[in-house]
DNA sequence: CGTCGTTGTCAAGCATCATTGACAAATAGG
DNA sequence: CCTATTTGTCAATGATGCTTGACAACGACG
């Protein structure tokens, strides 16, 4: 399951850390989601989606 | 996380484990996500998604 | 050169998701 | 009424997700 994260996070200026505290989790949990070593639960992936502000579907691409 | 499942499973006249068999998981699964006690994985609400053609946004509600 | 911010990664531990096997209760159909 | 199907739930186990704390490597900047 790939994701869009460290795209959506650059055109934001955003930082790992930054991104997590605004998902409150750790900087290690959205490291380890962006290089793929796993994916979000469902309710993380809708706190992203709110982030975001885009469906589910437009950041986590099926393969 | 509350969602759709059961009302659309029963669109389709589907019985837990014909859902179950469709997702290749459980049918101890499909109960315990119809019921509350857990959500899927985000892999899983995917093929949740995909299975009865609509996002995920349409199925599991935040809340 | 030294320091800071950022990123990647590891280990250990706890929480959550998903499994099999089992059982009881409710429902539907002959 | 009898039987098969469906649903809800339990326990035990294994696989993932998420945590803290730590450390190394890198680039930017003084």
């Known amino acids: 399951m790939k994701n869009r994260l460290k795209v959506l996070r650059a055109e934001r200026d955003w930082s790992q850390q930054e991104l997590a505290t ?3 989790v750790s900087r290690q949990s ?3 989601i962006e290089t793929g070593r796993y994916d979000p ?3 993380l992936a809708f706190r992203i989606a709110d982030i975001f502000a885009m469906p589910i579907e437009e950041i986590f691409l099926r393969k």
């Open 22 to 24: 605004r998902l409150d």
């Open 30 to 32: 959205v490291n380890a």
């Open 41 to 43: 639960s469902l309710p």
